[in-house]
């Protein structure tokens, strides 16, 4: 793309989408334990066109949630309803292909409580870590990394300095 076209149009991120077992639960999950609220809820019948999976006609529930930004940052959560699809094995560790949700909040350690009462898997309980940021600063967190009901892997974290 040219400058000018880039200028009026900057990529974003909008939404990441992720195929779930149970709209409820999952819904559950990022709303009581993660903090985000539901944004849309509906059902969407597939065109058969633009989703690399199930077929024309296929039935699914969609369920969009925001965080503070209403229009980046979002996370849909897809059910396929009619017919379902058929469930992978639960995983433990991360490969090539998979995906981290890095997530920025408020009170890690109420986050780690919410997560553990809810019987989700927690990874790596809330620890402190200190990275480099991209302007050479030091930043200094609290991480808690655990793996969502579908086995999709979120570190959440609370950033105890604010850097320019």
Do not use: C
Request: hydrophobic share 45%; glycine share 8%; no cysteine.
């Amino acid at each position: 793309m040219n400058a000018e076209v880039d200028a009026i149009f900057p990529p974003l991120v909008k939404r990441t989408t992720l195929i779930v077992r149970s709209i409820e639960r999952s819904v559950a999950f990022y709303r009581d334990v993660l903090g985000l609220a539901v944004w849309y809820d509906d059902e969407v019948v597939l065109s058969g066109v633009g989703l690399a999976a199930g077929a024309k006609g296929d039935r699914t529930h969609l369920v969009i949630l925001k965080a503070e930004n209403p229009v980046i940052g979002m996370i849909g959560l897809l059910e396929f309803t009619s017919p379902r699809l058929p469930e992978r094995a639960t995983r433990s560790r991360l490969g090539v292909g998979d995906i981290v949700f890095v997530m920025q909040g408020r009170d890690v350690e109420a986050v780690h409580r919410r997560a553990v009462a809810f019987g989700a898997r927690i990874h790596a309980a809330p620890h402190h870590f200190a990275i480099r940021g991209a302007a050479g600063n030091m930043i200094s967190m609290t991480s808690l990394s655990l793996w969502d009901p579908d086995d999709f892997f979120i570190e959440y974290n609370e950033r105890h300095e604010r850097t320019p």
